[in-house]
């Protein structure tokens, strides 16, 4: 790719205008006792490394472990039983798959513009993050549906990686959790004469490098930790260490941000994540992407973002707080979101995602027939 073909562009994407909610969000719990609502804030900023930090950040990270979770809530007596706990956040965030037909009656004779992360979503966690390789049949689902409607994939990975695992050049890739978007030209959508390449933190680049460089050599030594460069965002990954050394791993990152306060923390599944302190994220990313395809003010636009991680919720807020469109969150357990629906694993994900394209393919075929 030339730099003639390359549009490097500084847009700031204001808020979309409030209008009627297309679904009904369900409200954020404010009392009792839940092994979600035990799970802390996604980041403190560098005015929080203070004393206990690490420990907060330990607490947190048992809690995003479903296996600590699942634990807290059989052992805490205060707590309901695991059953009417699912039963409870079910009926909170029913399944996308037994409520199809109530989004498609809400979808129907608008335009559905797809946002989807990868990992956890597309892919299967593993704990080797260059080995979460999406399937043969996620890609055709995935590509069937990028015929049909707009499709953009989110992720926290680096851009040019998660390209390498999706393989689909029809698709609109935000990598770095939205800090590096492409939006290629003289797609079905844009029409743009130059493919558009929008990198929000591109200063802080070289500091990223080094960050990297330097998480590599002083996490060494802890056996099972990984080190990800993602471009604008450097990942930490624990899924593989011994719960014994993650204080340890913990007080390494964290030294490390106390000498960068232009720096921020970020938990996902099992990972530790150094982002700039930029505003800006999956959900400001879901703005720029829908002005980018010209949707912004469109209120016949309804846009469908699925994710599994605590990165998503920025997006899910976007579209609680727009009151137009879709959130479903991809997860085995409750857990707190702005999510309207749920699927529980990537296999469910492309069982909605095929239903989709049935359910389009059907209706454009009932539409030529009138």
């Not at 560098?46 to 059989?74: Q, R």
């Not at 513009?113 to 689902?141: E, H, K, N, Q």
């Not at 080190?227 to 719960?243: A, G, I």
């Amino acid at each position: 790719m030339t730099n003639q073909n390359v549009v490097v562009q500084a847009i700031t994407v204001a808020a979309v205008a409030n209008s009627p909610p297309l679904f009904t969000y369900p409200p954020p719990r404010t009392s009792g006792s839940s092994a979600a609502a035990a799970i802390p804030k996604k980041y403190l900023s560098p005015v929080d490394l203070g004393g206990g930090w690490t420990n907060g950040w330990l607490e947190a990270m048992k809690a995003s472990s479903p296996t600590h979770a699942k634990s807290a809530l059989l052992s805490a007596p205060a707590v309901e039983s695991e059953q009417d706990e699912q039963s409870t956040w079910i009926m909170r965030h029913p399944s996308a798959l037994s409520k199809f037909e109530q989004i498609t009656s809400a979808t129907k004779g608008k335009q559905i513009v797809m946002f989807l992360d990868y990992d956890g979503t597309l892919s299967p966690i593993v704990d080797d993050p260059d080995s979460a390789f999406m399937s043969d049949t996620m890609r055709a689902a995935v590509k069937k549906v990028a015929r049909l409607f707009p499709t953009a994939i989110v992720s926290g990975r680096c851009r040019s990686r998660v390209y390498e695992f999706v393989r689909l050049t029809e698709l609109y890739y935000a990598g770095s959790h939205g800090m590096d978007i492409k939006v290629p030209k003289g797609t079905r959508y844009t029409k743009k004469k130059k493919a558009v390449l929008f990198q929000p933190a591109s200063e802080f680049l070289p500091l990223m490098n080094e960050i990297h460089k330097a998480l590599l050599e002083t996490t060494r030594s802890i056996p099972g930790a990984k080190v990800e460069n993602n471009k604008f965002c450097v990942s930490v990954h624990f899924r593989c260490v011994d719960e014994t050394c993650w204080g340890v791993l913990v007080e390494q990152v964290v030294s490390l941000l106390k000498s960068h306060p232009e720096l921020r923390l970020t938990q996902g599944r099992k990972v530790l994540e150094i982002r700039p302190t930029i505003k800006w994220d999956k959900g400001k990313a879901l703005e720029f992407l829908l002005k980018s395809l010209g949707f912004a003010d469109n209120k016949n636009v309804v846009p469908i973002y699925i994710g599994d991680d605590h990165t998503d919720e920025d997006a899910f807020k976007v579209l609680r707080d727009r009151g137009q469109g879709i959130g479903i969150l991809v997860s085995e357990y409750p857990k707190d979101t702005n999510a309207s629906y749920s699927l529980k694993e990537p296999y469910e994900v492309m069982e909605f995602l095929l239903h989709l394209v049935e359910w389009k393919r059907h209706s454009l075929k009932a539409r030529s027939e009138e």
